[in-house]
């Protein structure tokens, strides 16, 4: 197969953890051919997706004493050719939020890939549908009590419920702009005004669930199906758990609630063409459905021992069979 991924530049990408690393390594490995490419390269010429793309070869990294290990020059990359995408078996939009005005942009691009010849991961009708804070409210019976609004006087309502809440921007990601709001907290008229620039966005807010001390868990989801999962639990006095901002991983099973929950939520996943995803989960509660770039994979398979970017490539392979 030709495989297409549409990335943040390569020489800025993390070959020991992002998971576009690791699915392009498998690629590879299974002797497919891998084409990189940025948002910014991206064209519609004769009605038809196009854009520079580059041959990529990737060195695959190594697990040395539980740790990925790779070389300094882990990747080599051919000149640019532009090329047709629906010349492509597949491509993988795999740019980082914020779904901002360009990302959008991009994805009305993508609806130029002919999806009889090519299939994109995910769906840009479904990336479009799915904030990955809003999305999450579709299926409100297993979450916690959540609202969204920019009205101050709404959030401090909130936090004086629950005593305790987690607020949280619509389009950031990696744990960027997440506080901890308490009633007592004498600055906290003035963070939902800077949050929410004095009323013009709004923001997630959420009950603060006591169990992300024990991990956020982060489960990886293909077409529908959990393949495996990670906690990311908080360190120091950080109450965040992301990987981003420090958070330390460790294994995690998928609970019965856990499986229900994807269970439900995979008719809707599908409907959107939302194949590879990433849910997270507090507590048994559904927090975020992570649609853009979700990571975890090389986390996963370094505590488990198994290979998950392996098993989207063969997904794919076996559904443009």
């Known amino acids: 197969m030709k495989l297409a991924f549409i990335i943040d530049p390569i020489a800025k990408l993390d070959p020991t953890h992002d998971s576009s690393v690791a699915m392009m390594e498998a690629a590879g490995i299974l002797g497919h051919q891998v084409y990189i490419t940025t948002a910014e390269q991206l064209a519609v010429i004769d009605g038809r997706a196009a854009a520079y793309l580059q041959t990529v070869q990737i060195e695959p990294v190594k697990l040395v004493e539980q740790r990925w290990i790779a070389i300094e020059q882990w990747y080599q990359v051919g000149e640019p050719e532009l090329i047709f995408l629906d010349e492509m078996q597949a491509v993988f939009m795999r ?3 914020p779904v901002d005005v360009p990302y959008l942009y991009i994805t009305y691009i993508l609806d130029y890939i002919d999806p009889q010849k090519t299939l994109v991961v995910n769906n840009p009708d479904g990336l479009r549908a799915a904030n990955e ?7 409100q019976e297993w979450m916690t009590d959540t609202i969204v609004t920019r009205d101050k006087k709404i959030i401090r309502e909130f936090v004086e419920k629950h005593q305790a809440a987690v607020m949280k921007p619509l389009g950031g990601k990696a744990g960027e702009g997440i506080l901890f709001l308490q009633p007592e907290d004498r600055n906290i008229n003035s963070l939902v005004e800077i949050s929410t620039q004095w009323g013009k966005y709004p923001m997630m807010i959420q009950k603060f669930l006591p169990a992300a001390k024990d991990g956020d868990k982060r489960i990886i989801v293909l077409d529908g199906q959990p393949l495996g999962a990670i906690d990311r639990i908080p360190t120091g006095k950080e109450f965040r758990g992301n990987m981003a901002v420090g ?13 229900a929950m994807c269970a439900a939520m995979a008719p809707k996943l599908k409907q959107y063409g939302l194949y590879f995803v990433g849910i997270d989960v507090i507590g048994g509660y559904l927090t975020e459905v992570n649609v853009t770039s979700p990571t975890g994979i090389r986390e996963i398979d370094r505590l488990n021992n198994i290979s998950l970017g392996k098993q989207v490539i063969e997904w794919v392979a076996a559904k443009q069979a």
């Open 247 to 259: 958070g330390r991983v460790a294994p995690a099973t998928i609970t019965d609630r856990e499986l």
């Open 95 to 97: 740019t980082d939020p």
């Open 133 to 139: 804070k809003m999305f999450a409210m579709q299926f």
